[in-house]
């Protein structure tokens, strides 16, 4: 794609960047035929080349973000199935982040959208926070037909039950068992611990016995995807996870970062790109991003026990988190760890196409959304399963709302099977 910027916008090293990105795009379509939006749509600006048509008029004319562009750019999923379709490697995370951001700045939207915007990154990183409006979810839901569309939606998505504080949220360390083969910091989460804290749980559980010490670090809390991908500066987070995790690596030493919520592993994967400029932590940040491993990846290194016999002989229909397979490129781990912890893995139809969760997309374009949770759920219920299992808290939280299957973490069910105790959901 032939771009015109100006050597001042490109001193900028967001636009030079967005500018590279744009150059290596060349039309030809072949994102639209797996982008989620456009397959409900039909319209070529809900489109990966549609948006980045958009994304190139708005910052090469240097103007700010008009109703056009927002709209388009909000109703993108970031799900990144058109970055594992483009034969040319357009990297299209990276450039509507930036467009993103850039909207945020120049923008102006209805004020009741900043204030569901705002009243969202006040809330979600911060896990005393979010169990407070969690609470206040549950008063206001008997009077939910009185509130308006948009409101109803996050009410729906709000879980009949929040979590306490647990150990798990650190500062916290959990010795391996026998002989020590790993250790590794755990990412906590932010939503994750007050949704389903048995998810962290079972992840320590199952690692500690295959002789892997776990460390909740000092300082780590929210990864910062769920601001960054809004348009805001999720940095503060990152920045506070990297001095806390480079300090575990400085000092008795880390193996890797483990992450249970795809979505977050994601952008701890990216650590280096977002802290590129920054002189004293684009270093460390590098260095943390290099160290970050979905968990399925370290248990498919460190390999299960053998001879393993499940609890009960389950069908489960593995989704694949947008995050885990266009993020982060991890396919094959998570069904190759099910199979061979012996249950039968049912590959779920059009597995590429996003369940509609996506970080706050959710709660923010609810039409959408349920549009897509309903395709989805009808995919993995027409492979006749008894669980569904998936690898990101999101993508749990958004198809259990929709189907009456228990739907678990991978790790929950590899844990059962190597003898930990049944989810909740089993027994």
């Not at 499940?310 to 989704?319: F, I, Q």
Request: aromatic share 4%; with cysteine; glycine share 10%.
């Amino acid at each position: 794609m032939q771009t015109h910027f100006t050597l001042a916008q490109l001193a900028d090293s967001g636009t030079a960047e967005a500018e590279r990105i744009l150059r290596a795009c060349v039309h030809c379509g072949f994102c639209t035929a797996t982008c989620p939006t456009y397959l409900l749509t039909g319209d070529e600006r809900d489109s990966p080349r549609g948006r980045i048509y958009l994304i190139k008029d708005m910052l090469e004319s240097d103007r700010p973000a008009g109703p056009v562009e927002t709209h388009h750019i909000d109703r993108c999923l970031s799900c990144l199935s058109c970055m594992t379709t483009c034969p040319s490697g357009v990297h299209y995370m990276h450039l509507v982040d930036h467009a993103r951001a850039h909207i945020e700045r120049t923008g102006r939207r209805p004020l009741p959208d900043r204030l569901r915007r705002l009243a969202l990154r006040l809330t979600l990183p911060h896990p005393g926070r979010f169990r407070a409006a969690m609470g206040l979810a549950r008063v206001a839901r008997p009077f939910r037909t009185l509130l308006p569309r948009a409101m109803r939606g996050m009410l729906d998505l709000a879980p009949a039950r929040i979590h306490g504080r647990t150990a798990q949220e650190g500062p916290a360390h959990f010795p391996a068992e026998g002989r020590r083969r790993m250790r590794v910091g755990l990412l906590p989460g932010c939503v994750q611990p007050a949704l389903d804290p048995a998810i962290n749980e079972a992840a320590i559980r199952l690692l500690t016995r295959l002789g892997v010490e776990v460390v909740v670090a000092k300082g780590v809390g929210c990864c910062g995807a769920l601001t960054h991908h809004m348009g805001h500066d999720g940095h503060a987070f990152a920045a506070a996870n990297i001095r806390a995790w480079m300090a575990e690596v400085e000092g008795p030493g880390l193996d890797a970062v483990i992450v249970t919520a795809s979505g977050c592993g994601t952008t701890v994967k990216d650590y280096g790109h977002m802290f590129r400029d920054d002189a004293a932590l684009a270093g460390p940040a590098a260095r943390i991003a290099a160290l970050a491993r979905d968990v399925t990846e370290v248990l498919a290194q460190l390999g299960l026990p053998a001879g393993i016999t499940p609890p009960r002989p389950l069908r489960v229909a593995y989704h694949a988190a947008c995050s885990l397979q266009h993020g982060q490129r991890v396919k094959d781990a998570p069904r190759d760890l099910l199979r061979a912890a012996g249950f039968t893995v049912l590959d779920v139809p059009e597995g590429h196409i996003c369940c509609g969760s996506a970080g706050t997309y959710n709660l923010l374009q609810p039409d959408l959304a349920g549009q897509l949770r309903a395709r989805k759920v009808a995919a993995i219920e027409g492979t006749r399963p008894d669980v569904v299992a998936a690898g990101n808290i999101g993508c749990m939280t958004q198809i259990g709302s929709g189907t009456a299957l228990p739907v678990l973490h991978v790790v929950q069910l590899l844990d059962w099977a190597t003898g930990g105790p049944a989810p909740a959901a089993m027994v």
